[in-house]
């Protein structure tokens, strides 16, 4: 029997997951696919939005600015990459501009630290690609960016080695109440456990309707990108965002951690929340407006395009509620959900200390983590680390400098591999212009090698993603 | 008339033979095409390249070809037998692996050396 | 941190950095090492298995591995000291090399002269933008090359090929011959980006459709590819509604194109020549960066490897000139050579004049597929050369040689033009 069991396994599970791996509880965490960090986690902005967006005095509001407080020392701990950058809203006309003072009144309100509206020569200071045509902008110094995936992986591995009971590939399909607990069910396992925390995602709606009553209903809504890459001008130094207007939110460009630039997201409403495919007409739409902003932007420079898909609801707000029987919905966790990850999470305990839960801390509790990445090291911590282990002096990813070291190292962790693009979120090969092309049948070789199982098994990412189908042949193999 | 693209060489000439006045062909660059034009048109060759199982060298196969083009019809024969084919390093440049491969009269042979310190 | 010195480093052990290696020893060069990341010599030769290499050099048709060896046999017939495993992580303009290998960590080198052979690397799916979903079984062409021969692997049974690079063609027949289907060869643009005998031997041999004027507009399948849409494009390249149909497949190769592995020549201040994505080079293939020289893939994609051997004996010869101080390129006037109406490009794309030039070898790639065609080179608006080709196309990279007399009618201060002509 489980004290608590996690149902998905995003950047909300994973908050949620090491907060609680402090107490002396016993833990579960159900995640439907092969690794974690593999619904909306994987594919978004990237922002740590500084809080002006949400309704004041909105409890939407309130973990944002608190998300985007703690992010920075969160981040250092679990040794994920964090940049303050800063952000600006672009304003473009008188109507625009007015808008930029009802968002700062907005931010001051919600407590965003050191709002400023800047006029136009100081925003084309800040900015000098910008779109000349602009009037002014919203500065707001505590916006960041992050790599959400990354991030999620160095919670969840604190968490699972502190003692959470992570399961993979294990998919809720029917939860019911039982006298004094839940019974979880997946496709080949049955749980127990007294509480249930639904982070689930797009799958939350459906869990929480076989748990309690319906209350809330998600509009799974797309959002495409384009990732230019690197070191192609024009560059930008910020995260910049259009006003919101009647035309919708905007497009946003940004750098990225590893210095590309990120253009998107545009809004679509589909059926099926899993359904990350881009379109023409999708991107054409984002690189129209983006122009708006950054009109140079060289779009023939894209290494990758991507989509994701918002787990919105009919009202603008997250749907976090706690229910009876120790039921707890973090759902609908939408934009600006990462930023808020680390407040929701420590929200999340109140609610369940609230609904009784004892929370007693453990012992020799560690959460920090460290990951070696030889590109980041300085010249003497290079040659040292070759000469203790020869693996780092072998180049996998080119594009990135991912060493072979670096892949064994990610092998070992708490939550071991067992894909390519699971490298690549724990290392970052792949990452590069070449998208893997180059290094994808380096890392598969070096899998299969460690997980000593023929290549055929390698995946490129979810169950079912094969790479290769085995040797070509057979016959005189024995 | 058939028109066809001389593959002798990568200038790629675009050759015009003529069937009824004994394959005459025109369009070539140098005597190689005119060759190729009749040949293509009566008995078409081809060189086949491929790999082989190896041993013993620490790589998984071992690049091959034939020593001449073999007739076009005998491809997939040719192919067939490469397939089925296991080699053991030491390997040189050149050395026949298969004579007369499928009775082709051309050889079967490796296009690298390898030498036996592989596992 | 221990700091090595070489007269002369060549980063990259393809046919390239052997050339170059190669004729610099033999100019006099005695401080010499070939960098190269991989464990063997030879670059991507030592994957193209297949036959059509060495015509030109060798007047002999051999695969990729053959011409490799035989310029392997070369270096290692000299006191070249190669590096294997040896990656090049950074170059700065005063050519110290950041360099890492499991066998000697991590190390500098200071170089008196480098030549640049890194070569090129594939287009992915990113630079073509083809929308849909992301499964695994989408690979460029060389990737699945490396899988099949010389992983020995499988990469799947019903293919599709996007984009007809030579190396798309090359990889139609081998996994034809591996017992693949492959259904169709899809090219967006009127005419093949192949060599002809490429399209012959490869397509039309194994009943292969090559669906020009043709993209695919779709990518389909959640965790492994099931199928793509093809659509017919119009003029501006955009597709005609209505033509799309779907093709189911589990595998898509990647052919379209290959770009120059610019990121070290970044690194070190080399200017860069947008068409051809790899640096600007002078007559004697030296970048604006002095004492750094490049050649083969890198400076721009070539088609034949022994155009990539001569190229390369040259840039050694020239780095050799350069490390006795013959040569003073700061000498002469600089000429700007300029790619006018059919030519997408020239390498070099600028010289220093100088009397002792013997020849110039430019080499350039025209925009269009054309039959009996003239290049006119022209200095200060006269023509002061004429070259005849019964047939050109943009897949198969031109030379021209401009011999000293023609040289000297260069007028100074003007542009060196070429352009290419209808010959009536
Ligand atoms: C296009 C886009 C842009 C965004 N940009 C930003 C931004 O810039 N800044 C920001 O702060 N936020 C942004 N967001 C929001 C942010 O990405 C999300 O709020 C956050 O990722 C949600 O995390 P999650 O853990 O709730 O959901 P997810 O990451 O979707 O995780 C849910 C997990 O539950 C699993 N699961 C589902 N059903 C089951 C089941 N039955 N059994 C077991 N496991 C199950 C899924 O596989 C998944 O791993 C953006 C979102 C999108 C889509
Ligand atoms: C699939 C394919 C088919 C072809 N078919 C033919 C044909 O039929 N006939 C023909 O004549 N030509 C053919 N070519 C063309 C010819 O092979 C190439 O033009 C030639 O190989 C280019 O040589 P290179 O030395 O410039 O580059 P490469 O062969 O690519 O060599 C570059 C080397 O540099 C190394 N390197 C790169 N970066 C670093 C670094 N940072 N540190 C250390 N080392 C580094 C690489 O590992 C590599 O070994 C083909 C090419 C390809 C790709
Ligand atoms: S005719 Fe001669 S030049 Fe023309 S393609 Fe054939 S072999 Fe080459």
Redesign the pocket.
Known sequence: MYDIAIIGAGIIGASVAYELSRYRLKILWLEKENDVSLGATRANSAIVHAGYDPPAGSRMARLNVEGTRLMPALCEAVDAHYKNTGSLVLAFDERDRSTLRSLKEQGDANGVPGLQVLNREETLAREPALNPDIVGSLYAPSAGIILPWELTLGLAEVAVREGVDLRLRQELQTIRYEADHWKLETQNETYQARRVINAAGQGAEKIHRQATEPAFHLLPTRGEYYLLDKAVDPQVSHVLFQCPGPLGKGILVTPTIHGNTLIGPNAELIEDGEDTSTTYAGLAEVAQKARRSVPNLRFGENIRHFSGVRANREVDDFYIAMHDKGFLDLAAIKSPGLSAAPAIALYARELLEADGLEVQPREGWNGRRKVRRFAERSPEDKAAMVDANPAFGR?IC?CQTITEGEILEAIRSPIPPVSIDAIKRRTGAGLGRCQGGFCGPRVLEILSRELGVDPAEILQDKDGSYIVLGDNRPEVRI | MKELICIVC?RGCHLKVDENDDYKVTGHRCARGVLYGYQEMTAPTRVVTSTVVLENAGEERCPVRTSQAVPKAKMFEVIDIVRKLKISAPVSLGQVLVPDIAGSGADLIATRSFSGTGN | MKTQQYDLVV?????????AAVSAYDQGVRSIVI????KQ????????I??????HHFKEELS?PE?AERYIKDVRARDIEVRLE????DLNSERIIQ?VSPSHGFELIEAKAVIL????R?RARGGIGTPGTRPAGVLT??AA?RYVNLEGQRVGENIVILGSG??GL??ARRLSLEGCKVHACVEIMSEPGG?AR?IVQCLQDFDIPLLLSHTVTRIEGKKRIEAVHIAKVDMQMRPIPGTERRVACDTLLLSVG?IP?N??SRAAGVELDNRTKGPQVFENLQTSVPGVFA?????H????????SDE?ARAGRAAAAYLSKQTDTAGGDLIALEAGRGLRYTVPQRLHLRPDLEKLDIFFRVTHTAEEQKIIVESGGKQIALFRRVHVAPGEMEKITLPAKVLAEIQPGAKLSLRLEAAL
């Open positions: 180049v080119r | 990568p | 980063i990259g052990g393809g046919p390239a950095g052997m050339a960098l190269e990341r991989d010599l030879g670059g991507i030769l030592n994957q193209c297949h036959n059509g290499f060495g015509l990729g011409y040896s990656m090049v992580l360099l052979a890194m070569g090129s594939e062409a060389g090359q030579d190396i090359i990889m060599l490429n290959l592995e990121e070290l050649c083969g893939n890198v400076l994609i070539h088609d034949l490897v022994d155009h990539v390369s």
